[in-house]
């Protein structure tokens, strides 16, 4: 490990996270670094995170819990990581965000679905600055069930974000200006849906 | 001056009723209708608030989306819109219980055999809440996505809504939220420790924790112009929304109630009020030592020790992800009735928090009410309601 890495200190904060937080927040803190923005920006920045599955593997090693040792003696920490605004806690509390803070699911567009939604806060003034990103973790019980529905899929894990504003600071990397999407990965899921039903 | 958000249609199904008419009832005879778990098999013994008498119109889709649909067609009736094909029309819902495949058969199948049938998967896969409700209204919009924010979702997704209305990317907005009982949320609570044994007692000296519950509130949000030209002249508006993180801790709140004191103040600059104008708050109050504790504080604080408040957790439970939505249905119901029931479970003060919900059926005087939701994970958000 680069022992000059400037997340360094996230490391030990955030040792008991899954993977799927883990990746969200160094992303979110990376985009934040990147920005130049001081920490008093900290104080009113937005952060939204959109998501397809949300830490579905978490879910699962729950469920083993819930079958190896019963309803009364499954791991609070386990739970707790699995519900899908775990992410955006860990970011918010790790980077000492402030602002309002949202977590969406979306299987086909969750990405988009953020970045308009930031567009909507940008214009209502309800943040200057908005931490947008999306986040997803490989689990094999979930390429199971893709894998049997939609081969062409192929099912990867990740984390990317970005830091969006009105103001002219934010001309670093250019403008969004026109937001679409391509319906591929929307027929993916959809498709997904119908072939398993043609299955059974 | 932007122009008036109005709430045009509300749904609701709760344990206190399976729509907004049967839950008044309930408020007012202090009716509470928990009991022990029947919805699946458990050791634990704690109760619960079940729906009750509801099977929903879909027997292959999760409770959480029939809960919703309930819901969703008594606010639609409610807003005499059957048909919202002139309109441009988002979609904003939260839950926690739909956006998860915790369905344990499947789940119990792969891990035994490596392979599972697939019928959990596809009704997964069909049941992201706002894209399942999009289907079933034959409704195609790209404003449409489930907020999973936890125990403040269905607040935050009305938040969503009123900002989509003002940034006129929709004509309406069907916003709120729907969660079901499930054992997998109910295990994990009661791990967490925060989970009573007994009824709980929201804001009580004596509270030791929250009772899970189940349901769907949905709000139909309109601009005024639009509802006046189909010729509806509505009576409750949305006039703010304030959201706000603790940036403190994963599980517990802020110990000062950061986030929730900057939620309040941004709602209330919003709606353009001054905090001795309002009514009356519908609290989060879950019954928990440190949400009532932290949330009773700030309330104080903000508004003063003579504010009418009350929780309504004490007829529904905790419903998670449907609690904002059907706590902003129950606001606007209490606006438009002149008054509160009494917060039920409360009778001795707690001093640690300084301020007592309201103890009997209460007349409200005043234009403006506050619903104020606490999520796990720190997020703090608030909303005002107005019969003005």
Same mark, same amino acid.
């Given at each position: 490990?680069?022992?000059?890495?400037?997340?360094?200190?996230?490391?030990?904060?955030?040792?008991?996270?899954?993977?799927?937080?883990?990746?969200?927040?160094?992303?979110?803190?990376?985009?934040?670094?990147?920005?130049?923005?001081?920490?008093?920006?900290?104080?009113?920045?937005?952060?939204?995170?959109?998501?397809?599955?949300?830490?579905?593997?978490?879910?699962?090693?729950?469920?083993?819990?819930?079958?190896?040792?019963?309803?009364?003696?499954?791991?609070?920490?386990?739970?707790?990581?699995?519900?899908?605004?775990?992410?955006?806690?860990?970011?918010?509390?790790?980077?000492?965000?402030?602002?309002?803070?949202?977590?969406?699911?979306?299987?086909?567009?969750?990405?988009?679905?953020?970045?308009?939604?930031?567009?909507?806060?940008?214009?209502?003034?309800?943040?200057?600055?908005?931490?947008?990103?999306?986040?997803?973790?490989?689990?094999?019980?979930?390429?199971?069930?893709?894998?049997?529905?939609?081969?062409?899929?192929?099912?990867?894990?990740?984390?990317?974000?970005?830091?969006?504003?009105?103001?002219?600071?934010?001309?670093?990397?250019?403008?969004?200006?026109?937001?679409?999407?391509?319906?591929?990965?929307?027929?993916?899921?959809?498709?997904?849906?119908?072939?398993?039903?043609?299955?059974? | 001056?932007?122009?008036?958000?109005?709430?045009?249609?509300?749904?609701?199904?709760?344990?206190?009723?399976?729509?907004?008419?049967?839950?008044?009832?309930?408020?007012?005879?202090?009716?509470?209708?928990?009991?022990?778990?029947?919805?699946?098999?458990?050791?634990?013994?704690?109760?619960?608030?079940?729906?009750?008498?509801?099977?929903?119109?879909?027997?292959?889709?999760?409770?959480?989306?029939?809960?919703?649909?309930?819901?969703?067609?008594?606010?639609?009736?409610?807003?005499?819109?059957?048909?919202?094909?002139?309109?441009?029309?988002?979609?904003?819902?939260?839950?926690?219980?739909?956006?998860?495949?915790?369905?344990?058969?499947?789940?119990?199948?792969?891990?035994?055999?490596?392979?599972?049938?697939?019928?959990?998967?596809?009704?997964?896969?069909?049941?992201?809440?706002?894209?399942?409700?999009?289907?079933?209204?034959?409704?195609?919009?790209?404003?449409?996505?489930?907020?999973?924010?936890?125990?403040?979702?269905?607040?935050?997704?009305?938040?969503?809504?009123?900002?989509?209305?003002?940034?006129?990317?929709?004509?309406?907005?069907?916003?709120?939220?729907?969660?079901?009982?499930?054992?997998?949320?109910?295990?994990?609570?009661?791990?967490?420790?925060?989970?009573?044994?007994?009824?709980?007692?929201?804001?009580?000296?004596?509270?030791?924790?929250?009772?899970?519950?189940?349901? !769907? /509130?949905?709000?139909?949000?309109?601009?005024?112009?639009? @509802? $006046? &030209?189909? #010729?509806?002249? %509505?009576?409750?508006?949305?006039?703010?929304?304030?959201?706000?993180?603790?940036?403190?801790?994963?599980?517990?709140?802020?110990?000062?109630?950061?986030?929730?004191?900057?939620?309040?103040?941004?709602?209330?600059?919003?709606?353009?009020?001054?905090?001795?104008?309002?009514?009356?708050?519908?609290?989060?109050?879950?019954?928990?030592?440190?949400?009532?504790?932290?949330?009773?504080?700030?309330?104080?604080?903000?508004?003063?020790?003579?504010?009418?408040?009350?929780?309504?957790?004490?007829?529904?439970?905790?419903?998670?992800?449907? !609690? /904002?939505?059907?706590?902003?249905?129950?606001?606007?119901? @209490? $606006? &438009?009735? #002149?008054?509160? %029931?009494?917060?039920?479970?409360?009778?001795?003060?707690?001093?640690?928090?300084?301020?007592?919900?309201?103890?009997?059926?209460?007349?409200?005087?005043?234009?403006?009410?506050?619903?104020?939701?606490?999520?796990?994970?720190?997020?703090?958000?608030?909303?005002?309601?107005?019969?003005?």
């Amino acid at each position: 490990m680069d022992k000059n890495r400037k997340d360094k200190p996230l490391l030990k904060d955030i040792r008991r996270a899954d993977d799927l937080s883990k990746m969200a927040v160094f992303a979110a803190y990376d985009a934040f670094v990147d920005s130049g923005l001081n920490e008093d920006a900290k104080n009113d920045l937005g952060l939204i995170l959109g998501t397809a599955f949300g830490p579905h593997p978490t879910t699962f090693r729950f469920l083993d819990e819930i079958l190896n040792y019963g309803d009364a003696n499954v791991s609070p920490t386990l739970f707790s990581h699995s519900v899908h605004n775990a992410a955006n806690a860990y970011i918010s509390s790790n980077l000492a965000i402030h602002g309002p803070t949202l977590t969406l699911t979306d299987f086909n567009k969750p990405f988009y679905q953020a970045l308009l939604l930031a567009e909507s806060w940008l214009n209502e003034s309800r943040s200057e600055n908005i931490l947008v990103g999306s986040v997803e973790q490989y689990g094999k019980e979930m390429e199971y069930i893709l894998s049997g529905a939609a081969p062409e899929l192929r099912f990867k894990e990740g984390s990317a974000f970005f830091l969006v504003s009105l103001k002219d600071y934010a001309k670093k990397y250019g403008f969004i200006d026109v937001l679409t999407y391509r319906d591929k990965f929307a027929s993916g899921f959809n498709l997904a849906a119908s072939l398993l039903e043609d299955k059974r | 001056m932007p122009e008036n958000i109005a709430i045009t249609g509300l749904g609701a199904i709760s344990a206190c009723g399976n729509n907004a008419e049967e839950s008044l009832e309930s408020f007012a005879l202090g009716r509470r209708n928990a009991g022990k778990v029947t919805l699946f098999k458990t050791e634990l013994p704690y109760s619960v608030f079940e729906v009750k008498n509801f099977l929903g119109k879909d027997t292959a889709a999760m409770r959480t989306l029939n809960l919703a649909f309930q819901a969703l067609e008594e606010a639609i009736r409610d807003a005499n819109l059957e048909d919202l094909s002139e309109y441009r029309v988002g979609i904003c819902l939260g839950t926690t219980v739909a956006s998860q495949l915790n369905d344990m058969d499947f789940y119990k199948s792969y891990r035994e055999k490596g392979s599972a049938p697939l019928d959990a998967a596809k009704r997964f896969l069909n049941s992201n809440l706002a894209q399942a409700v999009a289907g079933f209204l034959k409704i195609k919009t790209k404003f449409c996505f489930t907020v999973v924010n936890a125990c403040s979702s269905g607040t935050d997704a009305i938040g969503v809504g009123l900002s989509w209305l003002r940034n006129d990317y929709c004509d309406i907005v069907i916003a709120g939220g729907a969660d079901e009982l499930n054992r997998v949320p109910f295990d994990g609570f009661v791990s967490l420790g925060v989970v009573s044994r007994s009824l709980c007692l929201p804001f009580d000296r004596e509270r030791s924790g929250l009772n899970l519950g189940e349901g !769907a /509130g949905i709000v139909i949000l309109e601009k005024e112009s639009s @509802a $006046l &030209r189909r #010729g509806r002249k %509505p009576d409750l508006f949305l006039k703010g929304y304030g959201s706000a993180a603790d940036g403190y801790h994963l599980t517990a709140p802020h110990p000062e109630g950061r986030g929730l004191d900057k939620a309040l103040k941004i709602a209330l600059s919003e709606a353009g009020i001054k905090p001795s104008e309002v009514a009356f708050v519908n609290a989060h109050g879950t019954a928990t030592k440190d949400n009532d504790r932290v949330e009773g504080r700030v309330l104080k604080k903000v508004f003063g020790p003579e504010l009418k408040f009350l929780s309504t957790k004490g007829f529904t439970g905790h419903t998670l992800g449907a !609690a /904002g939505g059907l706590e902003a249905v129950f606001s606007a119901l @209490a $606006l &438009r009735q #002149g008054w509160i %029931p009494k917060s039920i479970g409360f009778s001795e003060e707690d001093n640690e928090i300084g301020i007592a919900p309201v103890r009997q059926k209460t007349e409200i005087k005043g234009s403006y009410a506050v619903s104020t939701s606490l999520a796990f994970g720190g997020n703090n958000s608030a909303l005002v309601i107005s019969n003005n």
